[in-house]
């Protein structure tokens, strides 16, 4: 069973820094996309960034520049940079991953951001 576990959430002030991590437990097999989203308080999840297997990236318009996506396939986790933080990247950040018909979700984490 596949399962996906989110560290590294807090507080943090205007200007800050974060870094998330997701850890993978359970076999895949194949290619698959991990990938984080993010859902602020009345709003629906959204993308955030997302990377391939092979290391491909996308990221929001609203992240560029400021947040990056990298994975460790060795240690099965994925990890987001986040500099340059806003109030408004207070939201739950979610841990994604997709292989073939298939996507698992971790159970978020939150992330604060105060001006």
């Known amino acids: 069973q596949v399962r996906l576990v989110e560290f590294g959430g807090g507080l943090v002030q205007l200007g800050g820094s974060l870094r998330l991590s997701c850890a993978r437990s359970?076999?895949?097999?194949?290619?698959?996309?991990m990938g984080w989203y993010r859902q602020a308080p009345g709003k629906e999840r959204g993308l955030v960034a997302t990377i391939s297997s092979g290391g491909s990236t996308n990221y929001a318009d609203s992240v560029k520049g400021r947040f990056t996506i990298s994975r460790d396939n060795v240690k099965n986790t994925v990890y987001l940079q986040m500099n340059s933080l806003k109030p408004e990247d207070t939201a739950v950040y979610y841990c994604?991953?997709?292989?073939?018909?298939?996507?698992?979700w971790g159970p978020g984490t939150q992330v604060t951001v105060s001006s």
């Open positions: 994604n991953l997709v292989t073939g018909p298939y996507a698992f």
């Open positions: 359970g076999i895949i097999y194949g290619s698959n996309a």
